[in-house]
């Protein structure tokens, strides 16, 4: 998944970055509102962070203009803010969740899991096919009852094709959740990651639509 990290504070942001990239997610990240505004005029984003203290443009500005020109991303502010007032204007302007600085990071990623589970609709809990059984909020995933251990990015190919079973994921699209850009990847380097998931999890699981991309049968 491609997330936008809008935080000033250098060392915040720098936690915020190892955690997230070791959670599998693409991290984009900007300190200033503006900077922020921009990126989301000329990239999708399956979901942001947003402070609310930042410079040039207030976070909470940038939230309503999302919002106003239609931009359902979903939203997070991560703030140190606590007043209700603040907490009541953030929910109010569009954000989906509201966090306070300090925060536990392991809290903090399991709402922004669920966040992304409701905005996509699916807020199931399991995913089941035939002996593979995934579940979506502890990311444990097993084969005949067996626990299977995954990397970030395998993961993250798995997510993407799990979220919409019998739609065909175009390759860009997902080499973009995965790499960040598809030009940023090698192009077999998606294909290394299916192989090695087929291999944990099963070759019927994942099927290749080919010179399209992937799929997971419904």
Same mark, same amino acid.
């Given at each position: 998944?491609?997330? =936008?990290?809008?935080?000033?504070? =250098?060392?915040?942001?720098? @936690?915020?970055?190892?955690?997230?990239?070791?959670?599998?997610?693409?991290?984009? *990240?900007?300190?200033?509102?503006? @900077?922020?505004?921009?990126?989301?005029?000329?990239?999708?984003?399956?979901?942001?962070? &947003?402070? &609310?203290?930042?410079? %040039?443009?207030?976070?909470?500005?940038? &939230?309503?203009?999302?919002?106003?020109?239609?931009?359902?991303?979903?939203?997070?502010?991560?703030?140190?803010?606590?007043?209700?007032?603040?907490?009541?204007?953030?929910?109010?302007?569009?954000?989906?969740?509201?966090?306070?600085? /300090?925060?536990?990071?392991?809290?903090?990623?399991? %709402?922004?899991?669920?966040?992304?589970? %409701?905005?996509?609709?699916? /807020?199931?809990?399991?995913?089941?096919?035939?002996?593979?059984?995934?579940?979506?909020?502890?990311?444990?995933? @097993?084969?005949?009852?067996?626990?299977? $251990?995954?990397?970030?990015?395998? *993961?993250?190919?798995?997510?993407?094709?799990?979220?919409?079973?019998?739609?065909?994921?175009?390759?860009?699209?997902?080499?973009?959740?995965?790499?960040?850009? /598809?030009?940023?990847?090698?192009?077999?380097?998606?294909?290394?990651?299916?192989?090695?998931?087929? %291999?944990? &999890?099963?070759?019927? =699981?994942?099927?290749?639509?080919?010179?399209?991309?992937?799929? $997971? /049968?419904?």
């Amino acid at each position: 998944m491609r997330l =936008l990290l809008i935080e000033d504070d =250098l060392m915040i942001g720098e @936690s915020l970055m190892e955690a997230l990239m070791a959670d599998g997610f693409v991290v984009d *990240w900007f300190r200033d509102g503006e @900077s922020a505004d921009r990126a989301l005029l000329g990239m999708r984003y399956d979901i942001m962070l &947003l402070d &609310l203290g930042l410079p %040039r443009k207030d976070g909470t500005a940038v &939230l309503r203009a999302m919002r106003s020109r239609q931009d359902r991303t979903p939203v997070v502010v991560v703030t140190a803010r606590d007043e209700l007032e603040d907490r009541v204007s953030g929910l109010n302007s569009g954000a989906d969740d509201y966090v306070l600085k /300090p925060f536990e990071m392991d809290e903090l990623l399991a %709402r922004i899991h669920a966040v992304v589970r %409701r905005s996509v609709g699916r /807020p199931e809990k399991l995913f089941e096919r035939g002996s593979v059984r995934i579940d979506r909020v502890t990311r444990e995933v @097993s084969v005949d009852g067996r626990s299977v $251990v995954l990397s970030g990015r395998e *993961w993250a190919v798995l997510e993407a094709l799990i979220a919409r079973p019998g739609q065909v994921i175009l390759r860009p699209r997902l080499e973009e959740k995965v790499f960040g850009h /598809p030009e940023g990847a090698a192009s077999s380097a998606l294909d290394v990651l299916v192989h090695r998931l087929r %291999r944990k &999890l099963g070759n019927e =699981l994942i099927v290749n639509v080919r010179g399209v991309g992937y799929m $997971v /049968p419904q």
